[in-house]
């Protein structure tokens, strides 16, 4: 092994979301940090995603006038994620630390000349609850010109949206043939797009931009970064983390700490040993998380004592495979299908289970939950022509003629009965259609008896605008009818070790590993077993990024 005599103050490993902020609360400190980061890309799952941040009275929500509190946002936390007996990672010390530092950890990274700016609707998941909010406590970056990173340009991890638009417009897209609103932003984004390209500009969005000017703001800083530079082991002495060991250019070396490390490496979602151990039932065929997902840090930490909490958690995202995506990155997400008016899921009895417009993640937890009593995964998604004509299906557009293979290889079913869509379905067709009537009641008298679907606002939002009277409730009574089956996909694991108020790695006696720090999902989550709102994923990867190396700089 090459000791390279190198020591910097304060390691990262991984470049995911709360990384390059710790490291620019160590650079203001004048301290020196190197992040580690496995793969040829930075950026991490975060870069991929929608790169929204779930922050609580944050200071756009003042700008914009929007009422807001801790002790609100308190409440909502405290409704929605419950007690923490069987979640050692939310604690009412955990969940004050988030809130209280969410919004100084915005206020830090504008310092730094990061821009950030809120989504004004976007509803918490659970809005009905105390303290719930209907407008967004969403922040996200503004679009970034990615030709400003110069030569680093190449090693962003790409989004899942290659579109020049944000993620406020990308959602209003699918809308742009039966609405005006949706034909202005196709409009303004057609139109950005051609200025852009004569201006020489190459626009990237979500957490692509959030990554990027994160990145940006960490060079001209002076922060470190190597890529394919896995880290494989924590050097520990008298107890104490006081480095790592990293491969680089198949060479083994070893780098020292004198304040810190923090692991920032992500989840276990594509080791299905691990998910078969925890999560038994789910494929790491189905995650949409990045390849550097593998969760060696996670056992690492394990090795030298941390505990663990809440690995059987995982941020589900329903999804959908047609023929050809198999082997694609992203597979489709249908998020809105079976929440859009039209559509109902149903088990393999044919039984509607849940609410279908609730969270993604508990939405999939809802089937790896049916599916210990009846066959629910996959489950069918059930909808008519009206759908069809009017919302987008497994990545295709509204009213877009489905390929060919999707009826050929009996992944989209259709028949001209709902009982012989049944049949198809090897569905009992009295069953089938018992259901689908009974959702029809529910439409008619304008309230879903069963679970409530469309009572709150988050419903609406993810149901359609421009239907009424209820944004998600529609008939399923025109012929021709359909079915495409759905997965309990995901975006990434939500179980890792348990860590303190202050991001600190803690054994299971609640004691501390002296300099070693985590955050992120290679964390067990402050969000407990729940997803309040969008953003639960992000948003916790930065704040507690942001507490471990304030917290690191006050033990020196
Ligand atoms: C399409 C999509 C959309 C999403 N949208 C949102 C959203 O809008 N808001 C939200 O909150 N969540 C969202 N999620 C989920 C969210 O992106 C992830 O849960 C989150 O980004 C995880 O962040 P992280 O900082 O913990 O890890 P990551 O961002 O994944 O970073 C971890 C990094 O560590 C590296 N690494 C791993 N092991 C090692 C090692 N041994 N040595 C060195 N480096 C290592 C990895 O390669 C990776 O780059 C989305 C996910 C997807 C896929």
Redesign the pocket.
């Known amino acids: 092994m090459n000791d390279l005599n190198e020591q910097y103050d304060f390691i990262v ?6 990384s390059m902020c710790a490291a620019l609360v160590m650079r203001a400190a004048g301290k020196s940090v190197l992040i ?4 040829a890309l930075i ?4 870069a ?7 922050i609580p009275n944050n200071p756009f929500m003042k700008r914009d006038g929007v009422e807001d509190s801790l002790e609100m946002a308190t409440a909502y936390l405290d409704a929605v994620v419950g007690d923490s007996n069987d979640a050692p990672g939310t604690s009412a010390a955990r969940r004050l630390a988030y809130l209280a530092e969410g919004p100084r950890m915005i206020d830090f990274l504008t310092a730094q000349g990061i821009k950030l700016t809120r989504v004004p609707y976007w509803p918490d998941y659970y809005d009905d609850r105390a303290g719930g909010s209907v407008p967004g406590r969403t922040v996200v970056a503004e679009l970034f010109d990615v030709n400003e990173l110069g030569a680093w340009k190449t090693r962003l991890r790409p989004n ?1 949206l290659s579109l020049y638009a944000t993620l406020e417009e990308a959602l209003k897209l699918p809308t742009f043939n039966r609405s005006w609103k949706g034909k202005m932003v196709m409009a303004k984004v057609a139109l950005r797009t051609v200025t852009a390209k004569l201006r020489g500009k190459h626009y990237v969005t979500a ?1 692509a931009a959030l990554q990027g000017r994160m990145l940006q703001a960490a060079l001209r800083a002076g922060v470190h970064l190597r890529s394919e ?3 494989t082991q924590l050097i520990v002495e008298n107890g104490a983390v006081t480095g790592v060991v990293v491969e680089k250019d198949g060479k083994t070396h070893r780098i020292s700490s004198r304040i810190g490390v923090l692991v ?3 989840g276990f979602a594509h080791n299905q040993r691990m998910r078969d151990q925890y999560q038994p039932g789910t494929s790491a065929n189905w995650t ?3 390849e ?3 969760g ?2 996670i056992e690492e930490m394990m090795k030298q004592g941390a505990a663990i909490g809440q690995m059987e958690e995982m ?1 589900g995202n329903q999804i959908s495979i047609p023929p050809g995506a198999e082997n694609q990155v ?1 597979k489709p997400v249908v998020q809105g299908l079976t929440a859009a008016p039209h559509a109902i899921l149903v088990d393999q009895s044919g039984a509607r289970y849940m609410n279908e417009a609730g969270s993604y993640m508990a939405y999939c937890k809802a089937m790896l939950e049916r599916n210990r009593e009846v066959p629910a995964v996959p489950s069918w998604a059930i909808f008519d022509s009206q759908y069809i004509k009017k919302y987008m299906l497994a990545g295709t557009m509204p009213g877009e003629k489905k390929p060919e293979a999707w009826l050929r290889d009996g992944y989209l079913r259709k028949a001209d009965t709902v009982e012989g869509l049944a049949a198809m379905l090897n569905i009992p067709p009295s069953a089938l259609k018992a259901t689908v009537t009974r959702f029809n009641g529910f439409v008619a008298q304008g309230r879903d008896e069963d679970f409530n679907r469309g009572v709150r606002a988050y419903d609406r939002w993810l149901g359609d605008p421009y239907h009424h009277p209820n944004a998600t409730l529609g008939e399923i009574s025109q012929a021709p009818f359909y079915a495409v089956p759905v997965l309990p996909g995901d ?2 694991t939500y179980g890792g070790v348990v860590t303190d108020a202050q991001a600190r790695v803690l054994k299971p006696d609640g004691s501390v590993i002296p300099g070693l720090y985590a ?4 964390t067990a989550s402050v969000m407990g077993r729940a997803y309040p709102g ?6 916790p ?1 930065f704040v507690w990024g942001y507490i471990a190396a304030n917290a690191a700089l006050g033990a020196v």
């Open positions: 490993i991984g470049s995911g979301g709360g580690l980061e496995k793969t950026g991490g799952t975060t991929r995603s929608g790169g929204v941040m779930w899942f957490g530079s896995p880290v920032n490496a992500g949409l998380s990045a550097g997902d593998t060696e840090m941020v992203i975006v990434g955050t992120g999902v290679s969008a953003g639960s994923s992000v948003g990867s």
